[in-house]
């Protein structure tokens, strides 16, 4: 019996195969966050923080889980989780509560962790955050991811494998550090989104100095939590990304296991809810050993902190030493300029387009350096802003340098610019003198000038007679033919050629 | 002098009657004439002598640092002590010896107390008889003693003269064994369903659990974090007072100590009880409570009322249900609080090394005894996601409900409550071993552990001599935080009772002259 050839089935395998291939796949994407809480000194204990110290320098006797140690609750940690759930429009919990999440691993000393599972510090926030169309820089849409919850935790140690000497080294530098787990709700749909959405996170906590969030030195760490499923169907199974080290291997990685889980559903597989690490060589994402499948943590309240009590303006009691309690409102009067605000701030004050705002922004000193420029030219805010995204930010690029390391300061392109601006030199010959101080050699833009003679001629007689000369030099058929044609195309040919007959420049 | 409470010893030192390293030196070798006792796992003799040294020369100098310098005392062996091995009596912690002090061992040294040594306990403080360490059973010093030898008749000739040595109650046996053969002062247990009570109404001291919060935790290894407090064993309510004055406060190092300040105190004489409100909670009318406490216990309450105190019978009906609630919030602690003993940063290291989850699982198994394996287990159980709800979410709430007994008890008007703190008076160490570690803790904690449960400073006060010659104690639990009129109060009734003195043939060989033979008018038979 061929099934294939009987008509009716066919005709529903084939509506079938319609029905899949034409309806779309939604994909979803929830992110958890851990941010690395900026402060001198660790969550629970007073042994300090620091990237890339000797190994197992900065370990107190609680950080080693020696018997008889507790925990003690670093006021700094509680702030910085309070400003950032602010700033993430959060509510902030009065009363939040600490657990110990048990498992067994080489780099958890006490065999458990101290995490807010129950009660968290923070909860239902949201981020706005911005992302272009297509690629183009002057379609942008704004976007809102719902924020769960932010909860205060430590981070463990570091276990470092060695696999010819099989054995592993245990770093607790990093044991009982303060980090603020940020939970964003599946509202994402591509690897774009997500990326946007954690470089504003990033922008957000920078700006407030909760964390350094550099995802290179693992301050910033994104697990990406994927699935997809089809329109009015409930969420697929879906699978969590680690070991994604930067933003650009965020988008790669959402989308590679985008891909990956519809490819493998429409060739009739299933997706297995399990945990995937990036790999950034292959670009893609592969099955992680996992700690013998499922763990049951084994929750329970932390007996040793009592609840972590919070007071705003009103409930805050009279009698209380200062040192003693976080205020919420005197935090929040407090909050620096979100990156949103600055950039609406600067759009309105500057005159300049949005898109623009958010390349200034997303330069980590660019915004200052465009506002220091404003400060010393006269030149307006709209010309400024194309020579420090053209020109300053592409040679920045160009040589992988940040803002901090310009060969060029602000003062010196300030100056440049101011004589741009009084026609002291032509644009061509200001990009020549901004190549020129590029190479940091010290020079003046008007030593520049004067050593290229790049001066703009301003004499009448002097210009007349460098146009004669060129105009002399032509062929004279081919130029009156295309004057005879079309006077306005043989002006630039003409322009052309003044210049290049000439070391400095023309406007 | 050695049988003396440690304040008239100190006004001793102060006048130069006695000299700290000659009262150390005869401490020491005290300890060194009952080591049968067992009540000591370290001696740290050259760190004692060299304290009494220093203490010697503030005295001469005229400097003493109060009234705790240059007295011998003895620290459980769970609370952690630079320099000096910290053992828990378990083979996980053989050897290891911490690099920082408990605050409460710290504050002792900073008074300028001379510490003699660690004293023996259940392992991990997981017991009810000090039976069950790695370095044996503690001894009570009272199977020694005149009293109980006269009164105690070997069954037949042919069992072994040594077989009839009954145990110090726990976990904390062997400071509450230290204290009453007179090789120190004063002692710090720990008190977690009773440990610290038990012991001293079965070795015939005082032994005080002080309120959840009032004395940091820094240090103490712990058994149940909750309920953990420092417990004091002396010989007299007065010295418990002074001990308490110089421990209590709050430490930055333990976020649950209570932030005010705390103004040590000095008891006075009660001359008048009449107004005091003594509750006897009918419920610790307890299955198994022998006649003979019962009967000390109704002549105590009516020693009160005769002096004019109200008496008046107070329910707790919570009470019943303190066991199983305990044992679930207990086990869950302790399979989280045990989880650090893998064997990587310190303790215990099994040769096992096949994988790390191989050496864990060996190093476990190793260094645990079977009744700390037992709790983890059943703790861990307890906390699965599937058992967590009807286990120890429920266990709280009867936490709670029991706690709030006391409160609604203390709100009618009772200031004190009084009690029975053991059963019985303690039994043979043959007859203990007969059931296993969980029974017995479940049976020895009954009165005691309610008083943890809802944070709750209490007291045992020796009170009489058993009709087998051992000490029988009663129990006073009063208000959060209200040790002062809790302690004057037991000060009241230690003076009405005039508890016997051990007579001890070691002791008499190390302190004659100075020994001194009280009657033995036990309170028993006072009344009878």
Known sequence: ?507 | LLGRASLLVSAALKEGRVAPTELCQRCLSLIKSTKFLNAYITVAEETALKQAEESEKRYKRGQPLGVLDGIPIAVKDNFNTAGIETTCASNMLKGYISPYNATVVQKLLDQGAVLLGKTNLDEFAMGSGSTDGVFGPVRNPWSYSRQYKEKSVPKSHSEDKDSNWVITGGSSGGSAAAVSSFTCFAALGSDTGGSTRNPAAHCGVVGLKPTYGLISRHGLIPLVNSMDVPGILTRCVDDAAVVLGSLAGHDPKDSTTIQDNFKPFELSDLTDVSKLSIGIPKEYHAPGLSSEILALWSKAADLFKNAGAKVIEVSLPHTRYSIVCYHVLCTAEVASNMARFDGLEYGHRSDMNKSTESMYAATRREGFNDVVRGRILSGNYFLLKQNYENYFIKAQKVRRLIANDFVKVFGSGVDILLTPTTLSDAIPYMEFIKEDNRTRSAQDDILTQAANMAGLPAINVPTALSERGLPVGLQFIGRSFQEKQLLTVAKWFEKQVKFPMIQLDEVKRHDHGVFQHQKSASFLEHRT
């Open chain 1, 1 to 507: 019996l061929c099934l294939w050839g009987h008509p009716y089935l066919n005709s529903i395998f084939l509506l079938f195969f319609f029905f899949f291939s034409l309806t779309p796949w939604v994909p979803v994407v929830g992110l958890e966050i851990h941010a690395q809480i900026s402060s001198n000194s660790k969550l629970f204990s007073g042994s300090q923080v620091q990237f890339a110290a000797p190994p197992n320098s900065l370990v107190s006797f609680f950080d080693a889980s020696l018997p008889g140690t507790l925990p003690v609750l670093n006021r700094r940690c509680v702030e910085a989780a309070v400003m950032t759930g602010l700033a993430l429009n959060c509510s902030i919990n009065k009363k939040s509560l600490f657990d110990r999440k048990h498992y067994f691993y080489a780099d958890l000393p006490a065999g458990y962790q101290i995490t807010q599972q129950r009660v968290p510090i923070a909860v239902n926030g949201s981020l706005s955050y911005s992302l272009c169309i297509d690629n183009k820089m002057s379609q942008m849409v704004t976007k809102t991811v719902r924020i769960k919850q932010i909860q205060l935790e430590q981070d463990s140690g570091k276990s470092l494998h060695d696999d010819v000497r099989s054995q592993t080294l245990v770093d607790l530098n990093r044991a009982g550090v303060g980090l603020m787990e940020v939970v964003m709700e599946p509202d994402m749909c591509c690897g774009e989104e997500a990326a946007a959405a954690v470089r504003e996170l990033q922008l957000i906590l920078q700006t407030l100095g909760s964390s350094q969030a550099v995802m290179a030195e693992g301050q910033l760490r994104v697990d990406a939590n994927v699935s997809v499923h089809h329109p009015g169907e409930p969420y697929g199974v879906r699978t969590e990304v680690k070991n994604i080290n930067s933003i650009r291997f965020l988008a790669k990685a959402v989308d590679y296991e985008i891909e990956r889980q519809i490819e493998e559903l429409e060739s009739g597989g299933t997706i297995l809810n399990e945990t995937r690490a990036f790999d950034s060589k292959l670009g893609c994402t592969v099955p992680m050993r996992d700690k013998e499948g499922k763990q049951d943590y084994r929750f329970m309240p932390e007996p040793n902190l009592p609840p972590l009590i919070l007071y705003n303006a009103r409930s805050l009691p009279a009698n209380m030493n200062h040192q003693q309690v976080v205020n919420i409102d005197w935090i929040h009067e407090r909050l620096p300029d979100l990156p949103s605000v600055k950039r609406a701030k600067l759009v309105e004050q500057y005159g300049i387009l949005p898109e623009h705002s958010f390349t200034l922004l997303n330069e980590a000193g660019l915004t200052e350096f465009f506002e220091d420029v404003i400060k010393q030219t006269q030149m307006k805010p709209k010309k400024v802003i194309g020579w420090i995204l053209n020109d300053l930010l592409s040679y920045l690029k160009q040589h992988s340098l940040t803002v901090k390391e310009s060969p060029v300061s602000s003062f010196l392109l300030a100056d440049l610019l101011n004589r741009l601006e009084k026609k002291e030199i032509s644009s061509t010959a200001a990009k020549q003198v901004f190549a020129e101080l590029w190479k940091g050699e010290g020079k003046t833009p008007l030593e520049i000038v004067k050593e290229k003679k790049l001066q703009l001629i301003q004499d009448q007689e002097d210009l007349e007679r460098i146009c004669q000369a060129v105009i002399d030099g032509q062929e004279n058929e081919v130029i009156i033919c295309q004057c005879r044609k079309d006077g306005v195309l043989a002006l630039p040919h003409l322009l052309g050629r003044t210049r290049s007959s000439l070391p400095g420049s023309l406007v």
